[in-house]
Every structure is written in structure tokens, then in C-alpha cells.
């Protein structure tokens, strides 16, 4: 079955694919000729996540999954949510100094990674979430994963997700868990058109 995967972050489409297993052939938007950004104008992680599926249908015409994910920080408020990939205004690195640099003090470091993926195949547009629980921790560990994941302890672990092999974290993420949602979803062939 051939998905369109709406995301230009190679690190994100690598761990989709181990996620997928056999049966998908995956595609994303490094695929085409033409450089493709959607602009992430919604207000949560599920909007988001819906624009994304929308245009890359729209442009590709095949059933597609998008995700949103967001770290979202119980002392701050919920921060940084839906700005997680943004902000800063730089990289991963910026993304994680603003962080620790924010947290600095706070006792109550509990955390959560939400991810949501949206299906759009034409027919229907349907979520799936995953969730992990964990705190932040005072300074980064490990070098596997990208984005937040070396300062993100999951509860009842004692390594960073960035300390864990990429199998071993796809077996516990947020994004494993909404992703395993949703080719199961495909796989039951519930998504096919009729």
C-alpha cells in the first residue's frame, strides 16, 4: 500500500519506516521535484497535523499520514506545544538550551511528548494519538534521537530517549504509539475507499 508520509524531516521519516513495517511503500515530501512547505497555522497539535494530511492528499492524491508532535511542559503551562519544533527560532540545539534555560529552578519537571496523526485518504480524515509521560531532566544525555529527546526521561526509565537504541525507543514513543495506530488502522484496510 503506497502512503504519502507529509513531513520533509528526514530524522522523522526514518523512524515512520521502522514503525510502518512490511506492506507500506512509504513516500514523503522530499519525494517531489519541487520543494513543498505547509505552513503549520493551527492552534493545536490535531489542526496541524490535519493541514499537513490535507495538502499532501491534495498534492499527491494517495492516502496520506501527517503528524504533529509537541512537548508539552506541566510548569510551563503546556510550553512548548505546538511551537515544540520552533521554539527557539533555531535548531534542535537552540530548542533544548531555551528549554533547560526556562526550567532552571522549577522543581516539577513533568513532561509529556503528544503526538497526533492525521489520515487523509479522500474518503475520510481520522486521529490517532500516542502519548509519553516523563520529566525533563537538568542537562542532555545520550546522542540517538533528535529534537527534545536528549533531555526527555521517560517514568520508570533511567535514560534520556536520546540513551535509548532507535528500536528500543520505538517501542515505547509517542510517536510509535499514535504511527502503530495508524497502519493497523491501514492495515484492517478500513481506510480504503468503499
Not at 515512520?16 to 497555522?41: C, M, N, Q, R, Y
Not at 533544548?96 to 475520510?124: C, I, P, S, W
Amino acid at each position: 500500500m503506497r502512503i504519502l508520509i507529509a513531513t520533509r524531516n528526514p530524522d522523522k521519516l526514518r523512524e515512520i519506516k521502522e514503525i510502518a513495517g512490511p506492506g507500506f511503500e512509504l513516500v514523503s515530501l522530499l519525494d517531489f521535484s519541487e520543494k513543498i512547505d505547509i505552513h503549520e497555522t493551527g492552534e493545536t497539535a490535531e489542526e496541524n497535523a490535519l493541514i499537513k494530511a490535507r495538502e499532501g492528499y491534495r498534492i499527491s492524491g494517495i492516502p496520506t499520514l501527517a503528524d504533529d508532535t509537541v512537548l508539552e511542559v506541566y510548569a510551563l503551562e503546556g510550553r512548548p506545544g505546538v511551537h515544540s519544533a520552533r521554539y527557539s527560532g533555531g535548531g534542535y540545539k537552540d530548542n533544548v538550551r531555551k528549554l533547560l534555560q526556562e526550567m532552571k529552578g522549577v522543581k516539577d519537571r513533568r513532561a509529556r511528548f503528544r503526538t497526533v496523526v492525521a489520515l487523509v485518504n479522500g474518503e475520510e480524515e481520522r486521529l490517532f494519538e500516542g502519548v509519553l509521560e516523563g520529566e525533563i531532566i537538568e542537562e542532555e544525555r545520550g546522542t540517538y534521537g533528535f529534537g527534545y529527546d536528549p533531555v526527555f526521561r521517560p517514568f520508570g526509565m533511567d535514560k534520556t530517549l536520546a540513551e535509548l537504541l532507535p528500536e528500543e525507543k520505538n517501542r515505547i514513543s509517542h510517536r510509535f504509539l499514535a504511527f502503530s495506530k495508524a497502519f493497523e488502522y491501514l492495515r484492517r484496510g478500513v481506510a480504503q475507499p468503499g
